[in-house]
């Protein structure tokens, strides 16, 4: 997958946002981490959203085989860059939220958009791969599942009711990150695995590639929402 999507590239754009981060979140003002924050968001909403409303309707008007090449040489590029990105704007987007007092209690509103996330997302990826049966996954999920049954069990003492809009912030953050790594992370699997095979189907590269396309219209929206919600919270409006 790194060598098709460019070695250079790949690893460019998973360091750079992390060590971004950490410098943000370890040694940075509160304007860095803001800035590496709202950067993070504004390029993962801004690709999504061109994905859906200007690369999907281009490529729903070429024949599969043109569409399935482009996306042998798109999908590789982008398994490397959204996740990264992804993680770096939710991430950054809590901890700055700590940083500025504006989320407290933290540990248990944390432990629940975890394990909201993380669960629903593995058995979506299992029910993609047909995997639900296979020890392997199951041995995955069972561990994750006891570590987020851990977790909320070991913060459930300090829950106490947060702010309306980190509320709405995390269920938004939580569909976000279900659907990121839950469906789209797979499709792109999906299509790197159908592009390595003996005998690559079009057909199938180009069903997953404008599945994602389509679904990034609704990733699009969700993060437009999340949009709205900052600007509330930032000036204490909710």
Do not use: C
């Not at 098709?4 to 690893?11: D, E, G, L, W």
């Not at 041995?139 to 300090?158: D, N, Q």
């Not at 789209?184 to 695995?193: N, S």
């Amino acid at each position: 997958m790194g060598h098709r999507a460019n070695p250079a590239f790949a690893v460019g754009a998973v360091l750079v946002p992390i060590a971004a981060l950490v410098y943000a979140t370890q040694f940075g003002t509160l304007e860095h981490h803001t800035y590496v924050h709202v950067m993070a968001g504004v390029l993962w909403t801004g690709i999504d959203l061109f994905m859906a409303l200007v690369l999907g309707p281009v490529l729903g008007g070429l024949e599969t085989s043109e569409r399935a090449s482009v996306f042998e040489r798109f999908t590789p590029k982008m398994t490397f860059l959204m996740p990264t990105l992804a993680v770096v704007t939710i991430f950054g987007g809590i901890t700055l939220a700590i940083r500025m007092g504006m989320f407290a209690p933290a540990n248990p509103w944390i432990a629940l958009f975890s394990t909201a996330s993380v669960l629903p997302a593995l058995l979506l990826i299992g029910h993609q791969f047909d995997a639900l049966r296979d020890r392997r996954w199951l041995t995955v999920f069972g561990v994750a599942a006891v570590v987020h049954v851990a977790s909320l069990v070991t913060t459930l003492p300090e829950f106490e009711p947060t702010s309306p809009s980190i509320m709405v912030a995390l269920a938004i953050v939580t569909v976000l990150t279900v659907l990121g790594f839950g469906v789209l992370l797979p499709g792109e699997a999906r299509i790197y695995l159908e592009m390595v095979s003996a005998d690559p189907d079009p057909d199938v590269i180009s069903y997953y590639g404008m599945r994602n396309a389509k679904l990034s219209a609704v990733q699009g929206g969700f993060q437009l929402a999340i949009i709205v919600v900052m600007v509330y919270m930032r000036w204490g409006w909710v």
